[in-house]
Each structure stands twice: as structure tokens, then as C-alpha cells.
């Protein structure tokens, strides 16, 4: 099948988050099952220079907005046999961030209107639209209004994907009809109405053939009003036309055995694991021992990700029990300060590392014996997913795609693959972070949970059949 997956971000080109790893590994995986996917993207100014030196120019376009007339360059890149293009338009993305503009609206509906005229214009024609998060919500929209009698266009479906229904692209009413030559009549539930505003994600969820996000569980909490974020009872609506499918990893990237960030490459040697703690240790100022279990945490510093909880008993884990934490991330001013006050009230146990860095990422889920991610809603997930296959057992909260992806250890039945506790509370996660020292402090059964770590598979080419079998039953 032709497929083109059109999204705001895509790794290794531009990335602020998960969803730059979806569409820089779903096609790949696609593409090894025969089918032909291209990506689409804007060309924003803080891409790298060794990208764009190698972008060609390949056309131009004139996108009209409104009043507004608009000048759309295509450039071109293949990466990894991957066709990627790029929609240049100095006004709207040479800025310093990808997001947060007061012209958000006007910026997205300007890479919406100039995909879909890309699209009639390129000789290759997809059988699928693949849109991803509220940035590419119009192209659904637009494809059954605007453009549903472009003969091209006809016969293609459209597959929408939340990634995170948090974040939903809310506008003022006047953006239909100054920026999408819309009148009121748009303004209907069935379509972009919402509180007065405009909601981009709702109209997808609308118009879209399809949609699906990036869990089973997921897809299940966001049709109740307490995960819906004001749209659950769109999503009910929609319910036999939405799906979850768990992201993967890449596991060539993601590899511990050729990761050039590691001091010591490992692939299930638990020796080599702990000389990766010991050098780590080393590196942060924390006392070198062996025996002391390290819980990693690479994470944004926000309430979702569930810091109110450690916040609450941080200070009780560090008293009480023989452990280190080390932390890396940056957020809320809040949290930063609560992690701060930790490692200073606690500065044998806790290293606090406020900002990011890749390779260290990796180091720290190398060095780690458990990876905690305590979160109050997470749509997949990618953490637990990396600590399992550098053999972190994870301690999660059992919500969207961490209880998708987690099993709790049986010492009685010896299945499972991680720590879980079920209610946002902090004593619960407590609970279980000690129930998880319990078992390392056991060699027998720690041995036994690292062996299920390592049968514990999350590829790529699971999450692309799955995305084969929902493409394919919408053309019987």
C-alpha cells in the first residue's frame, strides 16, 4: 500500500517528544513488509544543518489562507530508503521553538492546506493519509470538504492518531472563516465546535476513516470522562473506528550491546550491567557499591509523569531504605526544586541531574536495577519500554500503555516483567518500590525477573502488523 504519514515532527530530523520516534520508526517498519511510506513535516529553522544541506528542492506552491497568499517550498530527502519531505515557509517555522506561537493556528493551517496541495500535485498517489496529534487534524477535515471533488483524492482514507489527547489545538471561532474560507455551519458538534472555540483534534476525530492511539488501555481510558479530556464522548462515539496499538522501539538504536554511550556494552550479563552501576556511580558522586540497588528516572518533570508522588515520599525512601536514585530531566519549577532539596537533604542516595542529555539517558537506564515511572496518565510510554531492554525492571502505575506493556513479578507463578501498583496514591507506590527492593535483595528470584525482562519484546514490525491489518480492512 501507499502510505503517507504526515506528522510535526520526526526523528532524526527535528524531535521534542515521542511522537518524533513513531514517525521516524513506523515507516521503516512498514517499509519492510513491502509497502511504499513517505513522510511529510515542516522544515522548521532548528533542524540541524547536516540535514538541511542535504535537502533538494523539488517544487513550489502558492497556499492560499484566507486574504492570505502563501509561499510553500517541497524539499526533499530519502533517509534509510524512507522518501521525507519537508513544506518550507521561512515565515511560519524559521523561529526558535517548534511550538507555543500566538499564530499556532495560523501556522498549522498553512502546513494543513499545503500537504493536501502537495498532494494533488506529486505524481505518486497514496491509498492512506496517516495524521498524527492535532497539528495534521485538518487533513481529514479538509479532504471530505475543500478537496472531496479533486479526482485524485478520490478513494483515499484517513487514518487519525492521538498521541497525547492532552494537547487538542483549541482556537477562537474566528479562525474557521479567516483561515479555512469556513462559515458557522462548521460550528456543530460533528465538527469543530467546542465551548464556544474551535478544537483542530475533534474535527479529526470527526472526519478521520479511522483513528487510533498508542495503547489498547489508552484507547479504553479516553472514552471515560475522568481521561477524556472533554472529548470522551466524542471518542464513545466513535468507538467501533478506534483502536489502540502499542508503540515499539527501535531495538538497533536502542541496543545496549553497540550503545557507544555505555562504558561497558552488555547484552544479559548482569556483571556487566553492575559495572555499568559502579561507573555511574563514579560519575554522579554517589557512594560506589555494588550491592545497592539504583532506581533510574529519565522523565519530564511534570505532574502527569507523577513527581506530586515522589514529591510526597521521596524524603521517606531516602530515609529509610538502603537505595540510590539517580534522576535526569528538566520541567516544573516546583519539582526541579523538590529534587534539588532531595539530593541536598540526601546527597549519598540521590543525584539530581536537571537537564537532558541523550547518551546520558542511556547510562543511567544502563546503570539502573529499576526504572520508575509513576505516571498519572501515559498514552504508551517509551521509558519502560528502553529499561526493559537494558534489564531495568520498571515500577510503574498501571495506566494506558504501561500496564499494556508491564506485567507485575509472581514470585509464586515467576511470570512478569516489572513493579505495578494500581492507584494514584504515593503509599501505594511506596508499597510497591520496597516490594521491588525485597526482590532484588533475593538473588534467586532477582535472576528469574531478569530472565522475563529478557524475553520481553516491543519491535517495531508487532506495532506495523497490526497497522497493516487496520489499513488493509478499510478497503474490503
Not at 513522510?39 to 484566507?66: A, C, F, R
Not at 508499597?431 to 519484546?457: D, F, G, H, M
Amino acid at each position: 500500500m501507499n502510505v503517507l504519514m504526515i506528522g510535526s515532527e520526526c526523528a532524526p530530523f527535528i524531535k521534542t517528544g515521542g511522537l518524533a520516534d513513531v514517525l521516524g520508526s513506523l515507516p521503516q517498519a512498514l517499509k519492510k513488509q513491502g509497502n511504499d511510506v513517505r513522510v511529510i513535516l515542516p522544515k522548521y529553522e532548528n533542524m540541524s544543518d547536516v540535514w538541511k544541506e542535504q535537502l533538494t528542492h523539488v517544487d513550489e506552491l502558492n497556499i492560499t489562507l484566507g486574504w492570505r497568499n502563501q509561499y510553500a517550498g517541497i524539499e526533499y530527502i530519502e533517509y534509510e530508503g524512507i522518501p521525507v519531505y519537508f513544506i518550507d515557509n521561512e515565515y511560519y517555522f524559521k523561529r526558535s521553538n517548534l511550538y507555543g506561537y500566538d499564530d499556532e493556528a495560523e501556522r498549522f493551517v498553512f502546513f494543513n492546506r499545503a500537504v493536501m496541495e502537495w498532494i494533488t500535485s506529486m505524481e505518486w498517489t497514496p491509498d492512506i493519509l496517516h495524521c498524527h496529534d492535532w497539528q495534521t487534524g485538518l487533513i481529514p477535515v479538509f479532504l471530505h470538504t475543500h478537496y472531496k471533488e479533486v479526482e485524485k483524492l478520490q478513494g483515499m482514507k484517513t487514518v487519525f492518531t492521538i498521541h497525547n489527547l492532552k494537547y487538542q489545538g483549541v482556537f477562537a471561532q474566528s479562525v474557521l472563516h479567516d483561515l479555512m474560507d469556513y462559515d458557522e455551519s462548521m460550528m456543530r458538534d460533528d465538527a469543530f465546535e467546542f465551548f464556544g472555540d474551535i478544537n483542530f483534534m475533534k474535527a479529526a476525530l470527526n472526519y478521520a476513516d479511522f483513528v487510533t492511539t498508542v495503547s489498547e488501555t489508552y484507547a479504553k481510558e479516553i472514552q471515560t470522562p475522568y481521561y477524556g479530556e472533554n472529548l470522551d464522548g466524542v471518542l464513545r462515539k466513535r468507538t467501533d473506528e478506534l483502536i489502540g496499538i502499542v508503540n515499539g522501539i527501535d531495538d538497533q538504536n536502542y541496543n545496549p550491546m553497540k550503545d557507544d554511550a555505555l562504558a561497558f556494552p552488555f547484552r544479559s550479563s548482569l556483571i556487566k550491567k553492575a559495572q555499568n552501576k559502579m561507573w555511574l556511580q563514579e560519575e554522579v558522586g554517589l557512594p560506589v557499591r555494588k550491592d545497592v540497588p539504583v532506581i533510574g528516572i529519565v522523565s519530564r518533570l511534570v505532574e502527569q509523569k507523577g513527581f506530586d508522588l515522589i514529591g510526597r515520599i521521596i524524603d521517606e525512601l531516602l530515609y529509610h531504605e538502603d537505595v540510590q536514585i539517580v534522576l535526569l530531566g528538566t520541567g516544573e519549577y516546583q519539582y526541579e526544586q523538590m529534587l534539588q532539596w532531595a539530593q541536598d537533604r540526601h546527597p549519598e542516595k540521590m543525584s539530581t541531574n536537571i537537564r537532558f542529555s541523550e547518551p546520558f539517558s542511556r547510562q543511567i537506564y544502563a546503570a539502573s536495577d529499576f526504572f520508575l515511572m509513576p505516571s498519572r496518565f501515559e498514552p504508551c510510554g517509551i521509558g519502560q519500554l528502553i529499561a526493559l531492554r537494558y534489564l531495568a525492571a520498571p515500577i510503574v502505575r498501571e495506566t494506558g500503555g504501561l500496564v499494556d506493556t508491564i506485567q507485575p513479578y509472581n514470585t509464586e507463578t515467576e511470570e512478569g516483567n516489572g513493579f505495578s501498583f494500581t492507584h494514584y496514591n504515593a503509599h501505594d507506590m511506596l508499597y510497591t518500590i520496597r516490594r521491588a527492593i525485597e526482590t532484588y535483595q533475593e538473588p534467586a528470584t532477582w535472576q528469574k525477573l531478569v530472565k522475563n525482562i529478557c524475553k520481553s519484546k516491543f519491535t517495531w514490525e508487532n506495532s506495523a502488523d497490526q497497522y497493516m491489518d487496520l489499513y488493509q480492512s478499510m478497503f474490503r
